[in-house]
Every structure is written in structure tokens, then in C-alpha cells.
Nanobody, 123 residues
Framework: VQLQASGGGLVQAGDSLRLSCAASGRTFSNNGMGWFRQAPGKEREFVAAISWNSGTTSYADSVKGRFTISRDNAKITVYLQMNSLKPEDTAVYYC?????????????????WGQGTLVTVSS
């Protein structure tokens, strides 16, 4: 089972990026999915989550209104659209599959993690 995150890169403040997280080895169509990030020297933090049927989403206050999480269960892929990027968004972004079907901001409620993709936002 693997979660492959991609789409990171170097952008300028105000730019947009879309991260993708593709699953292989099993489907996570019944699982909530989430994105977390870890900036250099900081702890991993919650970014966004989506329930199994996309009916519920949750965002960290720091990204609310700028980031949008979505999923395509047919493609077994989760996306994170990031707009109006700021230098403080610089981090390695990780996708994760939740133990349940609901949204959660708690990392211990996720049991499969991708390898991370680096997003660097220059000022």
C-alpha cells in the first residue's frame, strides 16, 4: 500500500499549486483523507481533511479560504489546491489515509502516510 504525493515545487508568494496524492495497493474510498505539513524545525501540523464521500471538509485556520481539499475516489486520488501561497506555507506536505470515514485533524487518527512533497514559497 502506497500513497504518492506530488505537485510540490518552488513558487513565489501569491502563486498557486495543486498537490496530488495517489493511492496504490488498495482503495481508500471509505476512508477520510488528510493533508499535513512540516516546516523546517517545526512539528507536523494539520492542513486539511476530507470525509470519504467529500461531504465534509476541515481546514486549519491558517489556510482557510486559500486551500481546497478534494478527492476523486474513482482515481483514488486526493488533491490540495493551494492559492495565494505565502512564505509561511513553505513545508513538506504529507497526505494520509484516516482510520475512519470522517475528517480529523489529529495525526494519530491516520494510519497510512505518503512520503511528502516539498513546497517552497519565496517572498
Amino acid at each position: 500500500v502506497q500513497l504518492q504525493a506530488s505537485g510540490g515545487g518552488l513558487v513565489q508568494a501569491g502563486d498557486s499549486l495543486r498537490l496530488s496524492c495517489a493511492a496504490s495497493g488498495r482503495t481508500f474510498s471509505n476512508n477520510g483523507m488528510g493533508w499535513f505539513r512540516q516546516a523546517p524545525g517545526k512539528e507536523r501540523e494539520f492542513v486539511a481533511a476530507i470525509s470519504w464521500n467529500s461531504g465534509t471538509t476541515s481546514y486549519a485556520d491558517s489556510v482557510k479560504g486559500r486551500f481546497t481539499i478534494s478527492r476523486d475516489n474513482a482515481k483514488i486520488t486526493v488533491y490540495l489546491q493551494m492559492n495565494s501561497l505565502k512564505p509561511e506555507d513553505t513545508a513538506v506536505y504529507y497526505c494520509a489515509a484516516g482510520r475512519g470515514s470522517y475528517v480529523s485533524s489529529w495525526s494519530h487518527e491516520y494510519y497510512y502516510w505518503g512520503q511528502g512533497t516539498l513546497v517552497t514559497v519565496s517572498s
